[in-house]
């Protein structure tokens, strides 16, 4: 998992077709996507229900690349090793997610797998400072989490600012919640290099018709890397 910040497109299977979800990874990433992101709810930190460390473990053989797992989960801890041994390349955590967030972050390197920190739209670039020699991405959320299909909140001056903060850091800038062709530019001219896309990458397409997903990742890629260059 080298690292570069070309746009990179992730699509959140959170909107694909839960009965085929091996068929969907590999559909995606044939019609273009960087990485696969999964989004894992506990219904206690965000209010909702979704998959687990068997789920991870069940798709990661019909996923090529970067298999990107969002924790949206408290506590975090005790569950690190359970989706590393699933083949989690990346595993991030909410910063809000519990007290001891420096520890979390060393176990899930410890683990073997790249290190992410998450920050909800309320949460502000105060507390990074002294973690950003711990994390290998940070996970800037434009929509409060908890659901997809969620209406983008602009957040460009955060993660104008977070992009100052690293510096010549290899750390990816992520953006999780509303992201299309519309937005994708707000936030790539910003700084932000894996842009997470759900329904605006699922919709019109299927397993079996999936060209439809191949121009949805075309086209939040164009806008992004116009608004890049």
Not at 7 to 35: H, M, R, T, Y
Not at 165 to 171: A, E, K, L, S
Not at 172 to 190: F, N, S, W, Y
Not at 207 to 229: K, L, M, T
Request: aromatic letters at 6%.
């Amino acid at each position: 998992m080298a690292f570069d910040r070309s746009i990179k497109i992730a699509p959140s299977i959170l909107a694909a077709d839960f009965a085929n979800f091996g068929a969907e990874c590999a559909a995606v990433e044939a019609q273009g996507a960087d990485w696969v992101h999964v989004d894992v709810m506990d219904g206690h930190f965000v209010p909702n229900i979704t998959f687990g460390p068997a789920t991870c473990a069940a798709i990661r053989p019909h996923i090529k690349g970067v298999m990107d797992v969002h924790l949206m989960i408290a506590p975090v801890d005790p569950y690190i090793e359970a989706f590393a041994q699933s083949g989690a390349d990346v595993i991030t955590a909410h910063l809000e997610a519990g007290p001891h967030i420096h520890r979390t972050l060393q176990a899930i390197r410890g683990a073997g797998a790249k290190a992410g920190l998450a920050l909800n739209p309320g949460t502000g670039l105060g507390d990074m400072a002294h973690l950003l020699d711990m994390v290998d991405l940070v996970c800037v959320m434009t929509v409060n989490p908890g659901f997809g299909g969620q209406k983008f909140i602009d957040l460009s001056a955060k993660i104008r600012d977070l992009r100052a903060m690293i510096g010549d850091r290899p750390i990816h800038i992520e953006i999780d919640g509303g992201v299309t062709p519309i937005t994708a530019p707000l936030v790539a001219e910003a700084g932000a290099d894996v842009l997470v896309a759900g329904s605006a990458v699922f919709k019109g397409g299927s397993v079996c018709d999936p060209a439809p997903y191949g121009a949805n990742i075309a086209a939040i890629r164009a806008a992004a890397e116009a608004a890049q260059s």
